[in-house]
């Protein structure tokens, strides 16, 4: 096995997505939960920011480490196709826990769930940042800095969807395990594909879906007005 070395930006950028960003999550999952009595339009930047910073900085680490992240070559059309049977499964496999998560009233589906015209606009946008963003650093950046530092892709990518999987915490342990999964599956599409293309934009759609069908659902139990206002629910 051979050991590369990163320069400290590289060491930095590791440190701080496989480090600081699980545990802080982890450490204010309950503060962050309190965003789901906000209405999407008033927390749309608190949500968006860290997608650009993130994007950002996995961008520019990998700029100054040689890392290729938008090879030239369009994917091919079986990469396509695979990433579609891809996104058809994982909404098959996910979406009866959306639905339940809502039935079970876990207050973290108020976040996803964009509640009229203006809402479901932002929320686009807010998958197309995810899209592009967590895919350039939990599929692109990561795994490949972690693999020059291993020798070996393969903890590079156990230790990248752990990453992925914590910073999603907020969702909480069951939903954890289930993007675990989920972003294994994100990785083999990159590696079919052979680029990070196929990736984003299967991850932008997934977004989108998710956000329109934890509305849906919640609609259809009667958690949300049909004209698009937040019913609020008694506590006590």
């Known amino acids: 096995m051979t050991f590369g070395h990163i320069s400290p930006l590289g060491w930095a950028f590791v440190v701080f997505v496989t480090v600081i960003v ?46 290729e992240l938008f090879p030239p070559r369009a994917p091919s059309a079986s990469s396509w196709f695979a990433g579609t049977i891809f996104l058809f499964a994982a909404l098959a496999v996910v979406r009866p826990h959306w639905r339940r998560s809502i039935e079970e009233r876990e207050p973290t589906w108020r976040l996803f769930a964009p509640t009229n015209r203006r809402e479901r606009f932002m929320w686009v946008i807010l998958s197309l940042s995810a899209g592009i963003g967590e895919e350039l650093v939990w599929r692109g950046a990561l795994p490949a800095l972690l693999a020059t530092l291993s020798g070996s892709l393969i903890p590079a990518i156990v230790l990248s969807v752990v990453s992925f999987a914590l910073a999603h915490a907020i969702q909480g342990l069951r939903s954890v ?12 599409v990159m590696f ?37 206002r937040w019913i609020r629910e008694s506590v006590g």
């Not at 802080?24 to 920011?49: H, K």
């Not at 984003?200 to 759609?205: A, C, G, L």
């Open 22 to 67: 699980p545990w802080a999550v982890l450490r204010n999952r309950e503060s962050a939960l309190l965003m789901a009595s906000i209405p999407l339009d008033r927390r749309f930047y608190a949500m968006l920011m860290p997608q650009l910073f993130l994007g950002s900085l996995a961008t520019l680490t990998c700029f100054f480490e040689g890392i």
């Open 192 to 228: 079919i594909s052979g680029s990070l293309y196929v990736g984003m934009v299967v991850h932008f759609v997934y977004d989108v879906i998710a956000g329109l069908t934890y509305a849906k659902f919640a609609r259809d139990l009667g958690l949300l007005a049909p004209e698009d």
């Open 177 to 188: 395990l289930a993007i675990g999964t989920i972003a294994v599956a994100f990785h083999a």
